[in-house]
């Protein structure tokens, strides 16, 4: 029998980590590069008694964002192995700005070494049943993404009216005020059949 590990026990077993134990990532080399593109966004800044151009930065990769809570987490934990491997490709496919993609079955399967359709049929009819993708009825093997779990670009300029604004509230400062957070159950799932590939 497996011993369930409470919220409380794993803080007991996490270990104290000290940020001067971690000023210097081996991983980061001297080859590693953040592209950046330096632009002028048509606002000026003072220097002195002098304006001159404000210049902005912007990171030139394209990321694709994961967004992060307890929920999305254990949600992609229920995936089986085949569609959260989807999953993951995905995460490189999406194009910037878009909600929606086409995937390519042929290069899917070729880089992931998948011989057999029912595979990648088997992992698309997982991601539609948890709602991380929707089916385009119009065109094959193309589907809307669930901007809840992931997106590429800005959600903000996407949905300007889904916006909802909210206050920063303090983190406190006793830990004895933290409230629980509700436990997170498995997402309803929707019958296979919904969701021919």
Partial sequence: MVEKITEDDEMKIRPELKPEDFTSNPLVTDDFQVKVRVFKDGSFVRSGEELIPKEVQLEYNHKTKLFKDKEN??????????????????????????????????????????????TYRAAVVELCRYMFLFKHPNYKNVFWINPRYFFSGSLMNKYPNNLKYISEEPTPKDPTEVKPSEPVQEPEKKEPSEFRV
């Fill in 73 to 118: 987490r254990l949600i992609v934990s229920f995936l089986g192995p085949r569609a959260q491997r989807l999953f993951i490709w995905l995460l490189f496919e999406v194009e910037n700005g878009k909600d929606f993609l086409w995937i390519n079955v042929h290069r899917y399967m070729k880089e992931n070494k998948i011989a057999d359709m029912k």
